[in-house]
């Protein structure tokens, strides 16, 4: 059964770097038939998707955040990282991270993580 | 851009209800659309892909139906487990867009 699961800091100061990564076990990131989403849901709000990596290297990201935005592969740890630099309260946020089938959509999910943008 | 917007944002229904919520592209999207549940505090949940497509484990309660920009997600009897919010995803294109959400409530 695959799973995924986010780890990073839960607390990033304004105008930082914040990074989080996606462990992936029960299959392969390099799996040619999957791209790898990172997707954030402020407390109380809906969902946004930030962007998707193939393991490949190929990135998409949401223009609204593409230039804070950088979404990276480590097929060997079998992980994906995101980062998202100059941060305000505005990004604090539950992050996801996510198995992206093209067409289909989100199949599987992490179970998210909290990070707070606080002094 | 392809903005998605769903009605209602919220709806109150009884257990045996049937529930229908819409979503519209604002662009066509031909059957690129997935619905996901979500439960306070837990990831969303992949329900329909494809606009009518049934993901494995979903319950056949869950039906949707669309293509171009007009799609609906119908439960057909609503059992206490679906309260949660829906939302309804393109996947036509990059940046795969979400609907704003629809709260099912208990009436």
């Known amino acids: 059964q695959l799973q995924l699961q986010e780890s990073g800091p839960g607390l990033v100061k304004p105008s930082e770097t914040l990074s989080l990564t996606c462990t992936v076990s029960?299959?392969?990131?390099?799996?040619?038939?999957?791209?790898w989403g990172w997707i954030r849901q402020p407390p109380g709000k809906g969902l946004e998707w930030i962007g998707s990596?193939?393991?490949?290297?190929?990135?998409y990201y949401n223009p609204s955040l593409k230039s804070r935005v950088t979404i990276s592969v480590d097929t060997s740890k079998n992980q994906f990282s995101l980062k998202l630099s100059s941060v305000t309260a505005a990004d604090t946020a539950v992050y996801y991270c996510?198995?992206?089938?093209?067409?289909?959509?989100?199949?599987?999910w992490g179970q998210g993580t909290l990070v707070t943008v606080s002094s | 851009d392809i903005q998605m917007t769903q009605s209602p944002s919220s709806v109150s229904a009884s257990v045996g209800d049937r529930v229908t919520i819409t979503c519209r592209a604002s662009?066509?999207?031909?059957?690129?659309l997935a619905w996901y549940q979500q439960k306070p505090g837990k990831a969303p949940k992949l329900l329909i892909y494809?606009?009518?497509s049934l993901q494995s484990g979903v319950p056949s309660r869950f039906s949707g139906s669309g293509s171009g920009t007009d799609f609906t997600l119908t439960i057909s009897s609503l059992q206490p487990e679906d309260f949660a919010t829906y939302y309804c995803?393109?996947?036509?294109?990059?940046?795969?867009?979400f609907g704003q959400g629809t709260k099912v409530e208990i009436k």
């Open positions: 996510a198995r992206h089938v093209l067409g289909p959509g989100l199949d599987y």
């Open positions: 990596i193939y393991y490949s290297g190929s990135t």
């Open positions: 995803q393109q996947a036509n294109s990059f940046p795969k867009t």
């Open positions: 029960g299959g392969s990131i390099s799996s040619s038939s999957y791209y």
């Open positions: 494809a606009a009518s």
């Open positions: 662009q066509g999207i031909s059957s690129w």
